[in-house]
T-cell receptor, first 112, second 114 residues
């Protein structure tokens, strides 16, 4: 079974401080990993995906297959980063199913 | 706005009533997904369509739940004989037909069963 765990429900950091959101997954294969973000009163939107290997809004995430982790990092948090962040997993192409399996989410609060 | 749209945005109903939600995907997307999100949790997969074919259903989707996508465009999710445990945010997402396509989410329909 596929599972995503986000151990922190809440992360509170000061503006300009680094922030790291942890994501661990369970899947017997090579899944696709995503980070979605939901700002206040907005819909869930894709932040980044591991196959793109890009930085979005200063965030990066590296897939560590050995540790089955996909932690999200930003070196200098901004107040506009305050939001709910969800890590998600999808089975690789051709495998059964196209569903996303989400973690429980981490609320990030960036204080001025 | 060419994003995924959902209607209604909010629904309050009494236990035992039937409710129906609608989702309009992004026009060129042939895959459509329904998820449910309860307070403090991440979204949970319910079901998935490719064009008009329902290809996967979660065990969460009890017999009281039915989803359709009759012409491969919009989709409806119906809950019969609602229960208080059905109270949640119901999210719709769509994606292109390619396996590597990202899913784009709608604003959700918040259901409260009294």
């Amino acid at each position: 079974a596929q599972r995503v765990t986000q151990p922190e429900k809440l992360l509170s950091v000061f503006k300009g401080a680094p922030v790291e959101l942890k994501c661990n997954y369970s899947y017997s294969g090579s899944p696709e990993l995503f980070w979605y973000v939901q700002y206040s009163r907005q819909r869930l939107q894709l932040l980044l995906r591991h196959i793109s290997r890009e930085s979005i809004k200063g965030f990066t995430a590296d897939l560590n297959k050995g540790e089955t982790s996909f932690h999200l990092k930003k070196p200098f948090a901004q107040e506009e980063d305050s939001a709910m962040y969800y890590c998600a997993l999808k089975a690789p192409p051709k495998a059964a199913g196209n569903k996303l399996t989400f973690g429980g989410g981490t609320r990030v609060l960036v204080k001025p | 706005d060419t994003g995924v749209s959902q209607d209604p945005r909010h629904k309050i109903t009494k236990r035992g009533q039937n409710v129906t939600f609608r989702c309009d995907p992004i026009s060129e997307h042939n895959r459509l997904y329904w998820y449910r999100q309860t307070l403090g949790q991440g979204p949970e997969f319910l079901t998935y369509f490719q064009n008009e074919a329902q290809l996967e259903k979660s065990r969460l989707l009890s017999d009281r739940f039915s989803a359709e996508r009759p012409k491969g465009s919009f989709s409806t999710l119906e809950i019969q004989r609602t229960e208080q445990g059905d109270s949640a945010m119901y999210l719709c997402a769509s994606s292109r037909g390619r396996e590597t396509s990202s899913q784009y989410f709608g604003p959700g329909t918040r259901l409260l069963v009294l």
